[in-house]
């Protein structure tokens, strides 16, 4: 049984993949969770997973790097499930390159999905916090913030997230706000499913690999970052801001 008051949180990417496992946890935590993504039509399991759990769930589509699209979204939510005071960051596009052949495109779309998009969702939602006194702010980060072969544009919107964490801590706190940041190492996704093709590996191959390179020897699973999120957003979790949690099956150097 939760011992977590109920609150109302927008979750972010969350068709599948690590925003899909965020919702679901987080409604097990008695969340009412909005489902956002850029295809409403796409968040329908998400949304049925916590239904059928006995949970409250919301489909949202929405493109996060829109500022218009935003302020219509959180309104949406506050509206429909009430005032959101629990925001995961999580929307995330991959446009790996070399820097000699990334395009502006490619530059341009990773930071104004991943940084923009934060900052949008972020700003919309704050109003409802403060009012409240109450808010958690969690931002996706990576490993790949720490520097990553091919990936220029994400490592630096991820490094990126990072800063705008704890600037948000120093700037909300005095409202009962916090805001942590998770950085996720290898986890069994698309997006990584994306990058063993990008090398022109096998999954599994690819998987396999990874493993022997972490501590714990496994790869991550979605649920393992769900986890770590559904802690930062907790009651219990209001002495720790601006911090950054990897989760990666050990440290990194």
């Known amino acids: 049984m939760s011992t ?4 109302v949180a927008i979750v972010t990417g969350a068709a599948r993949g690590i925003g899909a496992a965020t919702a679901v946890r987080l ?9 956002l993504d850029l295809d409403e039509a796409a968040c329908k399991d998400t949304v049925e997973a ?6 409250t ?3 949202v589509g929405c493109d996060v790097s829109d500022s218009a699209q935003v302020e219509a979204a959180v309104e949406r939510v506050a509206s429909t499930l009430g005032a959101p005071t629990v925001l995961v960051n999580n929307a995330g596009v991959l446009r790996d390159n070399m820097l000699f052949k990334m395009s502006d495109s490619d530059w341009d779309t990773v930071m104004n999905v991943h940084l923009r998009g934060a900052f949008l969702m972020a700003r919309a ?10 808010g958690r702010i969690v931002n996706l980060s990576s490993s790949s913030a720490l520097g990553n072969r091919g990936q220029a544009n994400y490592a630096a919107a991820k490094a990126g997230l990072q800063g705008f964490t704890k600037t948000l801590a120093i700037e909300l706190g005095k409202f009962g706000v916090t805001a942590n940041a998770v950085a996720p190492g290898f986890i069994v996704t698309e ?3 994306q990058t063993a ?4 590996m096998d999954f599994e191959e690819f998987q396999a690999a990874a493993a022997t390179q972490i501590p714990v020897q496994r790869v991550g699973r979605p649920d393992d970052v769900a986890n770590a999120i559904a802690f930062f957003t907790g009651e219990a979790a209001g002495f720790v801001s601006g911090q950054v949690m990897y989760v990666a099956g050990g440290p990194l150097n």
């Open 197 to 200: 093709a990008r090398v022109r």
């Open 4 to 7: 977590t008051e109920h609150r």
């Open 57 to 59: 769930a919301l489909a």
């Open 50 to 55: 916590i239904t059928a759990a006995g949970g």
């Open 27 to 35: 409604a097990a935590e008695d969340r009412s969770v909005a489902v």
């Open 125 to 134: 939602c704050q109003k409802y916090m403060v009012e409240a006194k109450f």
């Open 191 to 193: 997006m990584t499913a």
